[in-house]
């Protein structure tokens, strides 16, 4: 089991590598423009996806300027904001996709997209995780194992690279 759970789980890191490698960039030049506009970068992690926001502020390497963005957070033009949550058509993560949009405050989304329409709609930037159901079948005839906070993960740890990148050419140049 723990063999075809890896073979699963590393196809899917490599299909969101290949197939979101373009918007991942873009995520993180987005994101990045909070720091050359003197910002902070506001990160909203939905239900098992908080796994990110908690890397993100809490990790061994976080990233200046990076915070949790909570009902009380005060936005500015110059704050980027990245929301991650399982699905597309989460509830609270539309609600706020929507309030972000209507304030014109720039963000990324990480989601798996849903037939509905969701925040893949309304982020700058949406990233797929292209998991829609578990990675293995199990006795029931069901699916199990769905990983969707190891896939946010290696997505922020994606992004995290490009806006260290991009940081480093700003200040050198």
Same mark, same amino acid.
């Given at each position: ?9 590393? +196809? ?7 197939? #979101?490698?373009? $918007? @991942? !960039? ?5 994101? /990045? ?5 003197? +910002? ?7 239900? #098992?996806?908080? $796994? @990110? !926001? ?5 990790? /061994? ?113």
């Amino acid at each position: 089991m723990s063999k075809m759970f890896m073979t699963q789980l590393s +196809g899917l890191l490599k299909r969101i590598s290949e197939k #979101e490698e373009f $918007a @991942i !960039e873009d995520a993180g030049r987005l994101l /990045a423009q909070s720091f050359m506009s003197e +910002g902070s970068i506001y990160m909203k992690g939905f239900s #098992e996806m908080a $796994a @990110i !926001e908690t890397e993100a502020v809490f990790g /061994a390497e976080v990233l200046s300027s990076v915070k949790r963005w909570t009902e009380d957070t005060q936005l500015t033009e110059a704050d980027r904001v990245l929301i991650a949550t399982r699905f597309s058509d989460d509830p609270d993560a539309v609600h706020l996709a929507k309030k972000l949009a209507a304030e014109g405050i720039p963000f990324a989304a990480i989601a798996s997209k849903k037939a509905e329409a969701g925040i893949d709609e309304t982020a700058d930037v949406f990233i797929d995780l292209r998991l829609t159901k578990g990675l293995l079948p199990d006795d029931d005839g069901g699916r199990t194992g769905f990983p969707s906070s190891i896939a946010g993960l290696y997505v922020y740890f994606l992004m995290k690279m490009t806006i260290e990148e991009i940081i480093a050419e700003y200040e050198e140049g």
